[in-house]
């Protein structure tokens, strides 16, 4: 089985999983709807892993829309179905976001959400009754570091590839591995990783030819 | 900062844009890769549009009215061995939301948005 065929399987059965238990007519629509989106985007773009990686951004970036779409789907008036609605419109934003700029984009994003999350886990450690405050102190801390690895990283990669891989993997790849079951951190993050060894070897390939490469070579340059 | 009422947000315009001024299908329908890669191609986006994002955007403009939509028919995809299209098309009153952001922005007030 081709990569881009794996990452079509993996967006049907989220899809699927998402759009559970909701109004047939609706629910049938989005399953068809995607399943058309993936093969077309096969069909125009072939079955590479560019592609693939191209389909796992696109899923990975959407997640935070699909549960949003989901949740006003099924008409939830609850406070915390009104709570998650809130986050995950930021969430959505922050997708949008990540989309008009890139694989750079999504970097900064999976910074962004560790160092966030981090300091959030942190400033309501006073609020909260958790017997193991100890170790989610280590946790907030831990995902503060490994944001500021990741964004660090990924400035350094167009000056010191190997220092900036490097950064880049211990800041997001222990996370990947602890949350392997959201399923989503781990994909959002071999597709930041791709990213980063491809940025890296474009860096080596420029100084075998003699050229410098730019330092920020996928930011927009001032006018 | 909260939406305004009947305001369009960045990415519906760029899709009425885009599938107003690149041209879409035929008819002037379009599918939702059609209309993420001409996103792609026409500069609006880096990459492909989201799933999620794009479709959450299309379920929303259509509902609003300035989308409309049809399955294509079963007989054509099955013809062409694929997965049936769902086809868009921009309404009157999609054209006329786009005119008319366009003309705010044209006059320097943010369109899509307002201070909550």
Do not use: C
Request: positive net charge.
């Amino acid at each position: 089985m081709n990569a881009s065929r794996s990452v079509t399987s993996a967006v049907l059965a989220w899809t699927w999983f998402y759009t559970r238990g909701l109004n047939e007519a609706v629910r049938d629509a989005r399953r068809d709807e995607i399943a058309s989106d993936l093969f077309e985007q096969r069909a125009a773009e072939g079955d590479g892993r560019a592609v693939a990686a191209s389909m796992a951004l696109r899923w990975a970036l959407g997640v935070p829309a699909d549960l949003a779409w989901r949740i006003e789907e099924s008409g939830a008036r609850t406070a915390p179905g009104r709570v998650a609605a809130a986050v995950l419109a930021r969430g959505e934003a922050a997708g949008r976001w990540a989309s008009r700029r890139g694989l750079p984009g999504l970097t900064m994003v999976l910074a962004a959400l560790y160092g966030l999350g981090g300091a959030l886990v942190i400033i309501t450690l006073p609020v909260n009754n958790n017997p193991e405050r100890g170790g989610l102190a280590v946790f907030g801390a831990w995902l503060i570091v490994a944001g500021a690895l990741i964004a660090w990283g990924a400035r350094l990669v167009a000056g010191r590839p190997w220092a900036g891989m490097l950064a880049v993997f211990a800041g997001a790849a222990p996370l990947a591995i602890l949350l392997v079951v959201t399923v989503i951190v781990p994909v959002a993050t071999l597709v930041v990783l791709s990213h980063t060894v491809a940025r890296a070897r474009r860096v080596w390939r420029d100084r075998r030819h003699g050229g410098f490469a730019a330092p920020f070579p996928d930011l927009p340059s001032h006018p | 900062m909260r939406r305004k009422p009947g305001a369009l947000l960045p990415l519906e315009v760029a899709i009425l844009r885009t599938a107003l001024t690149l041209g879409a299908g035929d008819e002037g329908e379009f599918h939702g890769y059609q209309i993420a890669s001409q996103l792609r191609d026409g500069g609006e986006s880096r990459t492909l549009t989201a799933h999620g994002t794009l479709y959450k955007a299309l379920t929303r403009m259509r509902k609003a009215g300035l989308l409309s939509d049809r399955w294509e028919d079963p007989d054509t995809a099955a013809a062409e061995e694929r997965p049936r299209r769902r086809l868009y098309s921009v309404t009157a009153q999609g054209v006329a939301a786009l005119r008319a952001s366009e003309r705010d922005q044209a006059t320097g007030f943010a369109p899509g948005v307002q201070p909550a």
